[in-house]
Every structure is written in C-alpha cells, then in structure tokens.
C-alpha cells in the first residue's frame, strides 16, 4: 500500500526558507517521478514542480522558479522540496504526489497523495 | 486565476446523475485530463485519468468523458459519500507551468 508521509512545515518568515520532506513506502520510489502540489482555500489546488525517477528533470511553476528547488534521495526513499525567499502567497498546504507513470516518465497526473503539510508565512 | 474552468458547484438527488464540467485550452490539446475527489481535511484522490481510465478500486459510477475543449466528469447514482469537491487537471505543454488545475466544483446532495 502506497504511503507518503509529509513533513517539514510550519511558520517561515517572509523572505525565509523552509524544507518539506516527504517519506515515501509501499511502491519502488526510484521508479516514479514525484510531484509537489500545494493548496490554498482561495486560489485552491496548484502544481509546484516535478522531479523525474532518476533526477535530471525538474520542472518548476513560474510562481516558484528560481525559488523553490525539488530534489530526492532515492536511497532513503525520500522528496524534498527546498523553499527560499518564501512569500506571502507561497503559504498553502503542500502534498507530495507520486506521478501515475509506471515506466519512469512523467504523465502528469497525480495517483498518490501524502496528507499535506501546512506552510505559513508570517513575521 | 485557473486556467481551467468548473462550475462552482453542482447538486442533484441521490440517485440522479450530475455532469460536471472542465473546460480550457489545454483539455482540448491533450489527452490528459485527470480528475480528483477532495473531501473536507483529506487529500486529493484521482478518480479518473486521461480522460476516461479509471484506477483500480474506482466506483464504476464515476466516468470521464471529452468533447473539443471541455472534459466531463459524470457521477451516476449519486450517493451521500458523492458529497466532495471535484477538480479537473490537465497537462499544459506549456514550460512555464506544465499542468494546471480547475476551480473546484462542490456536488451537494438535495
């Protein structure tokens, strides 16, 4: 049974950085791209950025590039997705999502969901 | 502002059928619309990807359907745990945001 497990959030400061990690089990990590989605109540559901199975893609929404860097340690099954220069509206609840991809691509939609890790940003 | 569009919310009685709709550029580009159900403190499920598949364990009352630049999702005998918010997604082709989501749309029970 697959299972992602978020962690990582609470309070930034504007301008600050935050890691999230996400733990995955149940299925073979290094076979699968993995996706962040965060989500707001006003803006709702949005798409973050992409890391593919082996680590030489990454995709990043232009509301986050240059910003947020995505990365994964496939020996320890675990996502990361590294937050600087947080702002106001970077706050959310983000997911870790597995790409439903069996072949080591990206198909861009979203089988599996951790729980969600809430981010605040605030002085 | 989504670039992907859903109404805002959707209601019918149990047992009806309801239609929901998602439309925009990119479902009329690519064969890659998924749709997640959302209950209230829960992540997101897929329900329905590239249009029409449903992944294994996935009621049979849910179906995904595309006509040109709109997708629809059709819950048939709707029942009380129906009551969700539904978001349409879909891959962009676009390098400054690869995949975008709709609004969201809330289905009500009568």
């Not at chain 1, 496939?74 to 790409?99: H, Q, W």
Request: hydrophobic share 30%.
């Amino acid at each position: 049974q697959v299972s992602l497990v978020e962690s990582g959030g609470g309070v930034g400061q504007p301008g600050g950085s935050l890691r999230l990690s996400c733990r995955a089990s149940g299925f073979t990590f290094r076979t699968y791209s993995m996706h962040w989605v965060r989500q707001t109540p006003r803006q709702g559901l949005e798409w973050v950025a992409v890391i593919s199975n082996n680590e030489k893609i990454q995709h990043y929404a232009d509301s986050v590039k240059g910003r947020f860097t995505i990365s994964r340690d496939n020996s320890i099954n675990t996502l990361y997705l590294e937050m600087t220069g947080l702002r106001p509206e970077d706050a959310a609840v983000y997911f870790c999502a597995k790409d439903g991809h069996t072949g080591g691509g990206i198909i861009y939609h979203f089988d599996s969901w951790g729980q969600g890790a809430l981010v605040t940003v605030s002085s | 502002q989504s670039a992907l569009t859903q109404p805002a919310s959707v209601s019918g009685s149990p047992g009806q059928s309801i239609t929901i709709s998602c439309t925009g550029t990119s479902v009329g580009a690519y064969n890659s619309v998924s749709w997640y159900q959302q209950h209230p403190g829960r992540a997101p499920k897929l329900i329905i990807y590239d249009v029409v598949n449903r992944p294994s364990g996935v009621s049979d009352r849910f179906s995904g359907s595309k006509s040109g630049s709109t997708a629809s999702l059709t819950i048939s005998g709707l029942q009380a745990e129906d009551e969700a918010d539904y978001y349409c997604g879909s891959y962009t082709g676009i390098i400054t945001t690869l995949h975008v989501f709709g609004s969201g749309t809330t289905v009500t029970l009568l």
